[in-house]
């Protein structure tokens, strides 16, 4: 097997793939915390697929796949931002998804596309890039740190309501 890594533009014959493995993003976080991510339905492939469909061709928006032997098994999805006062940020390139199939995980794939993401994010004009992970998302933090990405905030969740929400608040 070529272990040769192609990282490309997504193209419309990737949305199938690139919906498999939204899917599979989804999952994952879901199974982290399933109170804080919502859960991955039998319409997630097909929605995560066709909603990525309709940024490739949005000027702003990033959308690369990590190719391997003519097999898609890893995608990026980022944009350009202007100020978000939200966030308490200006313009910045936001990495929204970073994706790679787990039989190909451990290999610089997700470096490769990271890499890749930064580099078009910049030609964009990108000053900055803010991405968010999940907080048991260890492997993808060390990718993150290893590039330069720092901690900036940290988002908490709280359960409004019922026993999820009273549960660690103890006798008070």
Known sequence: ????????????????????????????HH???PLRFIPATPQTERGYGS???????????VVLVAERDGEVIGYTYA???????M????????????????????QGVGRQLLDA???ALETKGAPRVVLSTAEQNEPAQRL???????R????????????????????E
């Open 117 to 119: 993401t930064l580099r």
């Open 1 to 28: 097997m070529n272990l040769a890594i192609t990282v490309r533009r997504a193209s419309p014959a990737d949305v199938a793939t690139l919906g498999r493995l939204g899917a599979l993003l989804v999952k994952t």
């Open 144 to 150: 993150f740190a290893g590039v330069g990405f720092r």
């Open 51 to 61: 909603f990525l469909g309709t940024q490739l061709d949005d000027e702003d928006i």
């Open 79 to 85: 944009g350009m931002e202007g100020f978000d006062y």
């Open 152 to 171: 900036t905030m940290i988002e908490m969740t709280r359960e409004l309501g019922g026993e999820d929400a009273n549960r660690d608040r103890g006798s």
């Open 87 to 106: 966030s308490l940020r200006g313009p910045a390139g936001v990495l929204y998804d970073i994706v790679v199939d787990p039989r190909h995980r451990g």
């Open 31 to 33: 199974d982290f915390d």
